[in-house]
């Protein structure tokens, strides 16, 4: 059973910074791509960042520049640094897994776990 845990959500000010992760157990397959995507209330589901076997990452350009995503393969686990946070980043941030779908916009369709809130004010 594939199963993932985020942790690292919480609440700042603008400006500050918050890091994710996400540990991913009982997944085998040949490809391991990682990625995060958010939701806010009355808001569409947005692509974050993802990172494939190979290291190649994708950012949305909402976040590109202020946002970095990592991965410990020994770990299996993915991270997602948030820095220079706004209260537009403010969402329900989720953490997914897939051997399949590796793009911000597919993501989702991967293996989720429960996700974890980010609130950042002004």
């Known amino acids: 059973q594939v199963q993932l845990v985020e942790s690292g959500g919480g609440s700042v000010q603008a400006g500050g910074s918050l890091r994710l992760s996400c540990a991913a157990s009982g997944y085998n397959s040949n490809r391991y791509c990682m990625g995060w995507f958010r939701q806010a209330p009355g808001q569409e589901r947005e692509g974050v960042a993802r990172?494939?076997?190979?290291?190649?990452?994708s950012y949305a350009d909402s976040v590109k520049g202020r946002f970095t995503i990592s991965k410990d393969n020994a770990k299996n686990t993915a991270y997602l640094q948030m820095n220079s946070l706004k209260p537009e980043d403010t969402a329900m941030y989720y953490c997914?897994?897939?051997?399949?779908?590796?793009?911000?916009?597919?993501?989702?369709?991967?293996?989720g776990g429960q996700g974890t809130q980010v609130t950042v004010s002004s």
């Open positions: 990172i494939d076997d190979d290291g190649s990452t």
């Open positions: 997914a897994v897939s051997g399949t779908f590796c793009s911000l916009g597919t993501i989702y369709l991967g293996y």
